[in-house]
């Protein structure tokens, strides 16, 4: 099943490349989100999604989007599947993801500590737009759900801060 | 089934209530952190009532007296102390049950697993409006001290057995008190001293009898949906 296996990576590849509806410099593979890429036949795919948050409405926008780009790869069946477990975390997102929040004026989430890891130093939000550490919260909750409100002390410009999940 | 829509409802109502103050708040940021609880708590509503039926159809097409949620989740927001004062007993509440269903292994363990860390946002935003309130000007602490007395008694509810939730109550309701009482008095507050169930309304909104502001409530919320049955945008 040499074919199959290579056919289902680059599924995979396809369904990961698509844009997040709300921080499009982000896909769905970078997000996190994508959780399994089954071929069920020739012409059958089933994706596994995750929502960053429960009530996240952007999910039913990634399950349309994911459709569309599988139909037009020539894949006719697509169902996209969401499920919650394991749930979802901010350690999710890969360092291309957190690099390009970055870039993007959104500063990215800080990692959890590990289950057996070291205990890390507690890291202050880097203001993404002068690169600043001295920060400071402005309201647990911004644009969207997975957000934070911060502001830049120095350079005195506020900023996004994708909040740890 | 029923454990589903006892811990759905209290969702779906909670969220109803809190998306009340767009337009309303009294700060851009409030508006916005109030209006992303609301979502957080709509989407656990959703995956909750999806366990018992249909979600439309169990959201918009019940009357009153079907629905399972505490009556303190129904309470209207009052002013912005007294809303704060509901967020701080019910997302205490609930953090701390979602804490003991995720360790379990049930049929809400995936949700629960999922949705105590938003509700830890929630009731971290909860406790640190009650502290700067409480510990604010002689206003706002007045309003806080009236907000928690006002909603006081519907809390003994919260810890009324549901069942298909196999947890120890009573546990729950110790947890509970101790967390509320210590970020109450680090507020320079005090708990009220009243009773924590009203004679007629001693768990009675698990078993759908409900207070007056419910009814208007629900009629809002369901307008839309019976009167253009099947309408989408």
Known sequence: MVTGTRLEAEVRRLAGSVPDPELPVLTLEELGVLRDVRMQGPDKVTVHLTPTYTGCPAIETMSADIERVLHEHGVPEVSVVTVLAPAWSTDDISDEGRRKLAEFGIAPPRPHRGPDGPVPVTLSVRCPHCGSTDTELLSRFSSTACKALRRCVDCREPFDHFKEL | ?233
């Open chain 2, 1 to 233: 089934m029923t454990a589903a829509l006892a811990l759905g409802d209290d969702a779906l109502v909670l969220s109803h209530r809190l998306g009340e103050w767009a337009g309303h708040a009294p700060v851009l940021e409030e508006e916005v952190a109030l209006a992303n609880i609301a979502l957080d708590l709509l989407g656990q509503a959703r995956t909750l009532l999806s366990l018992a039926g249909d979600e439309d159809e169990l959201a918009f097409l019940r009357e009153e007296r079907s629905f399972r949620n505490v009556q303190l989740v129904e309470q209207p927001n009052g002013d912005f102390a007294h809303t704060i004062a509901r967020q701080l007993f019910f997302s205490v509440y609930q953090h701390l049950l979602y804490e003991r269903l995720a360790a379990g292994t049930g049929e809400f363990t995936d949700l629960a697993a999922k949705a105590v860390k938003e509700v830890a946002y929630h009731r971290d935003h909860a406790e640190q409006w009650v502290l700067r309130l409480g510990d604010g000007t002689a206003e706002s602490h007045e309003r806080m001290r009236r907000g928690l007395d006002a909603l006081w008694r519907y809390t003994g509810e919260l810890f009324e057995p549901v069942e298909g939730v196999d947890i120890d109550w009573r546990a729950l309701e110790g947890d509970w008190l101790s967390a509320v009482t210590s970020v109450v008095g680090r507020a320079t507050l005090a708990l009220p001293t009243g009773p924590r169930a009203g004679a007629w309304t001693a768990g009675a909104g698990r078993q759908g009898l409900h207070t007056e502001p419910f009814g208007r409530m629900l009629a809002e919320m369901q307008h839309l949906h019976r009167s253009h049955p099947g309408a989408s945008w």
